[in-house]
């Protein structure tokens, strides 16, 4: 894309693999006119060296299909900000001592992956909430 000032088309590729800086300077350059990449709404996204931010993982989700990789903040109040879905295969690893369990339901959700949250110490929230939780647990 930095060699032309025309659109790339990229329709065919299914998969983008690299560090999340690198998909993420390809996921900002998405589009179909002018100095852009036109790619296909449902490739894949492989973080395959180093971790992703919540935010990245986020936009990657948006202008893709699965994501992989590792999210390295494991604060709960960032990791409550994902939106992706149980499609994404996300290494996560909450760090946070506390959390409420809307918040862990909410990072559960958003892997297709276990959730490593062996740090928190204490989960609040309404029994229902506890109990859908638990339901999760395994």
């Known amino acids: 894309n930095a060699a032309t000032t025309n ?6 590729v299914t998969s983008i693999t690299g560090t999340a800086s690198a998909i993420a300077l390809v996921v900002a350059a998405k589009g179909s006119t002018g100095n852009k990449i036109n790619l296909d709404n449902d490739f894949t996204t492989t973080v395959d060296s180093g971790t992703l931010t919540v935010t990245q993982a986020n936009d990657f989700a948006a202008a893709g ?10 604060n709960i109040a960032d990791l409550d900000d994902l939106t992706t879905d149980s499609t994404d295969q996300l290494t996560i690893t ?3 001592t506390t ?20 740090a928190v110490e ?8 506890v109990d859908t939780l638990l339901t999760d647990e395994g």
């Not at 659109?7 to 065919?12: D, L, S």
């Open 7 to 12: 659109t790339v088309t990229a329709t065919a």
């Open 94 to 96: 909450v760090t946070s």
């Open 65 to 74: 299909g699965v994501v992989t990789g590792t999210i390295s903040n494991g």
């Open 99 to 118: 959390a409420t369990a809307a918040q862990l339901k909410t990072v559960g959700d958003a892997t297709g992956l276990n959730v490593t949250a062996t």
């Open 122 to 129: 204490t989960v609040t929230g309404t029994a229902a909430q």
